[in-house]
């Protein structure tokens, strides 16, 4: 046992005589102003002497002293003071001052523990100081990830005069993001340069100053307009959360920043319960909350803990020699390099999150909160940043949804319009009547505002905008109209007749469109095309005429030629007795009679016997019961519809001629399709409409179609469609002029950046699902003020007859041909047929029994009788054959054998 007692004793002397000293100084500078870095540091050297686990045997002994902000002599003579007493480390200070105390701790290599934004950012090679504040290009890429996941894409940026832009680097080379660089003066009046934002039309800004100053500047922005539900501000002050912003809780503006503190940490609430008791202690009221502690505290507080971490590790691996240092000497710690190499390879969860370096010695893994103004709970967490993952957001689309309804709940919009019809209209003798506000309009979209703010909750006045403008930009790039006074935060929403283009969706917020339209043509009606006396011909077109006449004639021949080769249309003109003649009743003047006779449905006394010829007649008879049929049905089509002598079908057609004038309002979305159009026929109608003189352009629809009415139709109106439905069903002179020339849509506009878009493009949606809107254009286009008046109209397609083409009934003329070339081919058969059976009887060859009948067919003479040709009786060698001339169709009529006909020699 007493061995084991001095062994003991031994161990403990050996501990006492090498290792730390029983107290061991550190030395705080502080800035005057900065009264919270010095009671947190007192508190943390106070956590630390009472913490057990921590440097147990020694007490850390913590000098305060306060410097001016520029006085960097006084500094360092203070900090040469302390070195003839020992110092193991140094604090601060957090100005700039704080360059020249690191390079006498550097000559000392003494640990200098900084808590400050370090704008050069430099590290040497012997380098003692350690920095806690988040690394400045690790901040810009927070600062990035957080205006990206935004969308903002114009954005004015105002910095210090003289700060450095360290921190924004990353965000200014973004290129998807136009930046206006716009510099704070270091004080006093700063509402000029709000005024050119404002000027700018930019509702998005990123404010880089201190935490000071946000309050002055956010008051001098709300004098000028830039506070409002359509602006949006992120700051880069970490200290945001301990501004407080009561005053703007009722404007709407959104403000977004970074917090590195999270106020609802146990560590948090509990350094800042000590920090208020312990000053209660020593009779100082201090007001401090969690959302109100600073980062340059906490900061402070957790370089203390941090320090004293190290110290203690180091303690227990090497000797720490503490002695007294002079400024004039060239003495030097033997403990510095180690000690910060310590702090820099240790990590600590602290009152500013997770506290550790990276390889450089610099802090660049931090977790940042991203908290955003609430109008009900002040500043609050919305999601978190961390350099490996950048923005997630915690909150949900129904989170934000429920939050934006919430803020439009018994908010007043100022809605911006232009009289219309039948979109918005005074209501007639609304002065007599009495009626005020809201009460004095009209319309589809006065009803269609008024149901989207029952379903949001939200009130509304309404005014007509002053220029009379829908909003289009000038030649000097500005905008006027209704787009204009939503930009000059004159009205808050845009409804009428208002298409959606690209040029308007970068000005302005755009809700889902809640009609669908495109340019057309309102035009005149037609004038009735007066009855042609020849308008029973309308139904074939001429070359169909032509190719019936044809036809018919070709028939006609067809049928004689035929008649007179075939045999078995040569008959005995008295069939009672025998005759020396044979007779062909298919003359010329028959066969013409029986076609045309066949083609008016009358018939005929004669009838073809022979194949050939009934087969061409059957074709003919099916030919002309096709053609009739078809005339028939397309006359009545003819007599019962009106025809129209319509100059123009389509735009095309108007680019093409110069008589009749057109044009278009002379701003908004429809000049500026022709203006920009690429394509070539709207080209050449923009140069006729921009050369016309008189003017072609209109201030206003009204005025438009007020002119096409009188032009008696001389000029066309180019207009959304939805508009020229309207007028259609009231004026029946009327028309519109082929399809849409593009496809738009209308939609509820509001300020770029409006917080209630999405709300009012839901409400949008519930109405289309529900039938409800369709309801309001049928009421409003067909019910009210004398629509369905003119009815249902046609396109002229449908409602006029076409004449029949060749394309048409053409496939009857070539069964005909075919069925020509048949008969043909039957009729040259019959021919030959007979002619070989009465060579073989007789003594002369085929060939020139074929001569002779085919010259009797065809001879010009065109007789239809013929004589009997009998031939001689076997045996009878003496005898005479008469030899006349046969046709090639006639039929030999021979006697047999035994018959009393021979012919006298």
Known sequence: MCFIGFYLFLSVFIYTSNGIPDSVRILGLFDSENQMEEIAFRYAVDRVNSARHVLPRTRVLGQVERVSLRDSF???????????????????????????????????????????????????????????????????????????????????????????????????????????????????????????IRKDSISQIVLACSSKRILDILRQANQVGLISTYHSYVLTSLDLQTVDLAEFRDSGVNITGYSIIDPTKSEVANAVSDWVFGELRYGRALDLTEKKLTVSAALIYDAVLLFSKALHDLDRSQDISVRPMNCNSPDQTTYGSALVSYMKLMELDGLTGSIKFDGRGYRTQFSLDIIEYSHTEDFKKIGTWTPSYGTNFTRNYQDVYAQIIEGLQNRTFRVTTILTQPYVMLVPDWEALGLEGNDRFEGFAVELIKDI??????????????????????????????????????????????????DRETAVDFTTPFLNTGISILYKKAQKKPPSLFSFLLPFSVDVWIYMATAYLGVSVLLFILARITPDEWDSPHPCKESDVLENTFNMQNCTWFTIGSLMQQGSDIAPKAVSLRLVAALWWFFTLIMISSYTANLAAFLTVERMDSPIESAEDLAKQTKIKYGCVGSGSTIAFFRDSKIPTYQRMWSFMESARPSVFNKNTPEGIDRVIKSNGGYAFMTESATIEYQTERNCDLVQIGGNLDSKGYGVALPHGSPFTGAFSSAVLQLLESNKILILKTKWWKEK?????????ESKSLSSANELGLANVGGVFVVLLLGLIAASIVGLFEFFWKARKLAGDEVESIKAEMFKELKFALSCSGEDTKPVRKRQRIGDSDSNINRNSVNRSAIWKSNGPNSNNNSNS
């Open 785 to 793: 003020h004398g629509g369905g008046r003119c009815g249902k109209k």
């Open 74 to 196: 006084t500094a360092s003579k203070k900090v040469c003071n302390f070195l003839r007493y020992g110092l193991v480390g140094v604090f601060g200070p957090s100005s700039d001052t704080a360059t020249h105390i690191q390079s006498l701790c550097d000559a000392f290599e003494l640990p200098h523990v900084e808590t400050r934004y370090d704008r050069k950012r430099k590290r040497y090679r012997y380098d003692f100081a350690v920095n806690l504040y988040p690394h400045p290009e690790t901040l810009s890429k927070a600062y990035y990830d957080l205006v990206k996941s935004w969308g903002w894409k114009n954005v004015a940026l105002l910095y210090e005069q003289g700060s450095s832009l360290t921190e924004l680097q990353e965000l200014m080379k973004a290129q998807d993001i136009n930046f206006h660089l716009k510099e704070l003066p270091l004080e006093g009046d700063v509402r000029p340069l709000l005024k050119e």
């Open 453 to 502: 703010s029952e379903i949001l909750k939200f009130n509304y006045k309404i005014h007509v905008v002053e220029d009379g403008n829908y909003g289009s930009l000038d030649a000097n790039g500005q905008w006027n109209g209704m787009i204009k006074e939503l930009l000059d935060q004159k009205a808050d929403v845009a409804i009428g007749d208002l298409s959606i283009n690209y």
